[in-house]
């Protein structure tokens, strides 16, 4: 099976950066896949970006788009999110997520970690 421990996240004021990580271990040889999710109080667990182990390939949601920097680690075990210019909505529990192919929405990631909390204050 695969084990993903999330890193990174505190309070924080806004306009601030902050680096989160994942860590994958297991066995991860076809989770060629790798995305961050979060969720918010009262709100649905939404998409913020996605990148491929091998080919570097990644995607965004709008709402993050030019502010947060997706990535893997030279050793391809490792994912970080690098995520500048917070703001108060950013503020949620972000989750790192794998699954075998390309995809955004949360139904099709087959792994979770078990999520760090970013809060952004004004």
């Known amino acids: 099976q695969v084990q993903l421990v999330e890193s990174g996240g505190g309070l924080v004021q806004a306009g601030d950066s902050l680096r989160l990580s994942c860590a994958a271990s297991g066995r991860t040889f076809n989770m060629r896949t790798m995305g961050w999710f979060r969720q918010a109080p009262g709100k649905e667990r939404e998409f913020v970006a996605v990148i491929s182990w091998s080919a570097g390939m990644t995607s965004y949601a709008d709402s993050v788009k030019g502010r947060f920097t997706i990535s893997t680690d030279n050793a391809k075990n490792t994912v970080a999110l690098q995520m500048n210019s917070l703001k108060p909505e950013d503020t949620a529990v972000y989750y790192c997520?794998?699954?075998?192919?390309?995809?955004?929405?949360?139904?099709?990631?087959?792994?979770w970690g078990q999520g760090t909390q970013v809060t952004v204050s004004s």
């Open positions: 997520a794998s699954r075998t192919d390309w995809g955004t929405r949360p139904d099709g990631y087959a792994y």
